[in-house]
T-cell receptor, first 116, second 115 residues
Framework: AQKITQTQPGMFVQEKEAVTLDCTYD???????LFWYKQPSSGEMIFLIY??????QNATEGRYSLNFQKARKSANLVISASQLGDSAMYFC?????????????FGGGTRVLVKP | DAGVTQSPTHLIKTRGQQVTLRCSPK?????VSWYQQALGQGPQFIFQ???????QRGNFPDRFSGHQFPNYSSELNVNALLLGDSALYLC??????????????FGPGTRLLVL
């Protein structure tokens, strides 16, 4: 079984500053993928970034970077230079990498509000 | 390039009724997954379809059933609706690439309200 924990229910961040969203996970699968999604109030889940468990380098996508610490089982998301449009719910998720089936297990989410 | 589409966007039903939700995957994707997201919670996996077969299923009762068509589109059916079925239903599609995490891309969702 897989479990994702996001301990920050909500956060305020000043526009143009960086923010770190925490995510810890637990799994018995030897190979897995970690994801971050953004969900605005409209409801659509927007894919942000992916990290494979055997990737040697931390993933980056534009202003998003993933601080992956395998030994600590953490996959924190860093958003640099926050913008007003970054205000949303953010979900950490994981999936096992195996031959059949790749269901996503989500955490409870962190609500981010960017202040002007 | 069209993304994942879902219909309808909103739906109101009464207890005991049946509902069908529809999803068309992103172009080039062959796998469709369905998730239920209750208010204030993270999405919960319902099931996944690949090659018109249910490949994996989450902890949902048999009232939840699905189908995948030859064009990879999918339907989610819920019978005997309960008040607790009120939620946002998200469809996600992915392309099966061996050895990767098969990133899932989501549609806008269908908001179901059961009265």
């Amino acid at each position: 079984a897989q479990k994702i924990t996001q301990t920050q229910p909500g956060m305020f961040v000043q526009e143009k500053e960086a923010v770190t969203l925490d995510c810890t996970y637990d799994t018995s699968d030897p190979s897995y993928g970690l994801f971050w999604y953004k969900q605005p109030s409209s409801g659509e889940m927007i894919f942000l970034i992916y990290q494979g468990s055997y990737d040697q380098q931390n993933a980056t996508e534009g202003r998003y970077s993933l601080n992956f610490q395998k030994a600590r089982k953490s996959a924190n998301l860093v958003i640099s230079a926050s913008q007003l449009g970054d205000s949303a719910m953010y979900f950490c998720a994981m999936t096992p990498i195996k031959a059949a089936g790749n269901k996503l297990t989500f955490g409870g989410g962190t609500r981010v509000l960017v202040k002007p | 390039d069209a993304g994942v589409t879902q219909s309808p966007t909103h739906l109101i039903k009464t207890r005991g009724q049946q509902v069908t939700l529809r999803c068309s995957p992103k172009s080039g994707h062959d796998t469709v997954s369905w998730y239920q997201q209750a208010l204030g919670q993270g999405p919960q996996f319902i099931f996944q379809y690949y090659e018109e077969e249910e490949r994996q299923r989450g902890n949902f009762p048999d009232r939840f059933s699905g189908h995948q068509f030859p064009n990879y589109s999918s339907e989610l059916n819920v019978n005997a609706l309960l008040l607790g079925d009120s939620a946002l239903y998200l469809c996600a599609s992915s392309a099966r690439l061996a050895g990767t995490g098969e990133t899932q891309y989501f549609g806008p969702g269908t908001r179901l309200l059961v009265l």
